[in-house]
């Protein structure tokens, strides 16, 4: 058995900060990440033979993603770098991962889970139908393969992911239907004061939806997706949406990018026996993290997206922090001046966050309103109506027990797309707050493994 090392779980930019502050303090961490290469979803490298350069693939955060991956580099050869891994649980000390279908029992004396976030989203009537992904899907089309999710696309949800994947598709000169927003001009304007803590990121985002206008992309706030249309034969046809006045219309496309904002990939915390609490503004469930990196477990430190939302710079601050903070707690001295600085530009992070769940609101009041016929959880085919029944029938007012009756959230995703949104139906369903709802357990393998898969021997 080899002596536990310390661990980091993710290769973006969270992964990618506190291996170099581990390597620093003269330790080679392991290094696990799922991706062929490193710089996480949203510096994600393309393939070794494109050679699309830094300001077409990554726009105004070229310069960043450039020192992300210039950092890895450098790391190549003082860390012992295990890519296209999958960490498939941690227990008793140890991350159990997979590659190549080879299991392999990894023991720790610290571990730093950086495992980025995913699309949150909101059923749509024929969100099932092929031609429909999600926003941090049709960016892996476009980065990974060069290439469009269609010929003519729609860009449906809200947050800042919304305008900067239109932005780039806009770039790579793909044909845009129109971006459809669900949040309101007027949320943007309360939450001002908080988006003003970064404004250097407000102005950007003010250039994305700037020069989508200036292309003549069309751009509509304060909308209501109504149903997208199209056939199991040949996909998406068209969407259909209200306006910010309650008229009705639809747009012919064959492809929907959907999402609404981020949701931490937060398994890999649950099954290491972190706490979670509640945010009733975003309406989500939270690993318990300080803004230092240190989770509710000894030795279990938390950092990026997979934690708080906090951005690609947020995240790179995040690793540093969490780093520093199992350095200090194995003994090693640490610079307690630039923690704190750290942590005063995360203070700021967190406030932009804020602002931006503010702008960008889940649109709760989607779920209460999906008819019987949709479908919630795409993996088991569960409808909006079954998941109703379950509650005024069969009295599963709490999301695990919906799970055991239902079998939402049970499929190949394990929640991902479904678990946030089923949340919201089964408490309008039954009346309830939605913290009472409570969250989907995690459960291991956090991913799908193959048969073949057989264990390492020790």
Not at 15 to 37: H, K, N, S
Not at 101 to 118: F, M, Q
Request: glycine share 10%; proline share 5%.
């Amino acid at each position: 058995m080899a002596e536990p090392g310390v661990i980091v779980i993710g290769a973006g930019p969270a992964g990618v900060r506190a291996a170099e502050e581990l390597v620093a303090a003269g330790l080679r961490p392991i290094v696990i990440d799922e991706g062929r290469r490193d710089g996480g979803q949203i510096y994600r490298r393309q393939p070794e033979h494109f050679t699309r350069d830094y300001a077409a693939l990554y726009g105004s955060e070229a310069q960043r993603a450039a020192s992300v991956h210039r950092g890895f580099d450098a790391l190549r050869g003082k860390i012992d770098y295990r890519p296209e891994t999958l960490a498939w649980n941690i227990f008793d000390g140890h991350v159990h991962a997979v590659r190549e279908h080879r299991t392999e029992k990894l023991p720790y004396s610290a571990l730093v889970i950086c495992s980025g976030a995913t699309d949150r989203l909101m059923p749509v009537p024929g969100w099932e139908l092929s031609g429909v992904y999600s926003l941090g899907a049709s960016q892996i089309a476009l980065k990974s393969q060069a290439c469009s999710i269609g010929s003519r696309v729609v860009f449906l949800g809200s947050g800042p992911l919304l305008y900067l994947v239109a932005y780039q598709y806009m770039k790579a000169g793909a044909s845009i239907a129109a971006v459809l927003d669900t949040s309101r001009l007027r949320d943007r304007v309360a939450a001002l004061p908080k988006l003003l803590a970064r404004p250097g990121l407000l102005k950007q985002g003010v250039a994305y939806l700037a020069a989508l206008r200036r292309a003549g992309v069309p751009v509509h706030t304060g909308v209501e997706p109504v149903a997208i249309g199209g056939d199991p034969a040949d996909g998406v046809r068209n969407l259909t949406y209200r306006d910010s006045k309650g008229q009705q219309h639809q747009i012919d496309c064959d492809a929907v990018a959907l999402g609404y904002h981020l949701r931490p990939e937060s398994q890999l915390a649950d099954l290491a026996g972190c706490k979670f609490v509640y945010d009733d503004t975003a309406r989500q469930w939270f690993p318990q993290v300080t803004m230092e990196g240190r989770s509710s477990v000894r030795n279990v430190y938390l950092a990026g997206d997979g934690a708080r939302i906090l951005g690609a710079e947020g995240a790179e601050n995040a690793g540093r922090l969490a780093a520093l903070s199992a350095l200090a707690d194995l003994g090693k001295t640490v610079d307690a001046t630039r923690v704190a600085t750290l942590r005063q530009a995360q203070d700021k992070m967190e406030r932009f966050r804020q602002g931006l769940v503010q702008a960008f609101p889940w649109p709760q009041e989607q779920a209460a309103r999906l008819p019987d016929s949709a479908i919630v959880c795409r993996c088991e085919c569960i409808t909006a109506g079954e998941l109703r029944r379950v509650v005024t029938d069969m009295g599963a007012q709490e999301a695990n027990r919906a799970k055991a009756f239902s079998r939402v959230g049970m499929g190949r995703c394990q929640g991902r797309y479904c678990a946030d949104a089923g949340a919201e139906v089964i408490a309008h369903a039954a009346g309830v707050p939605l913290e009472q709802v409570g969250r989907l357990r995690g459960q291991a393998p956090v991913k799908p493994l193959s048969f073949q898969t057989m264990e390492e021997p020790q």
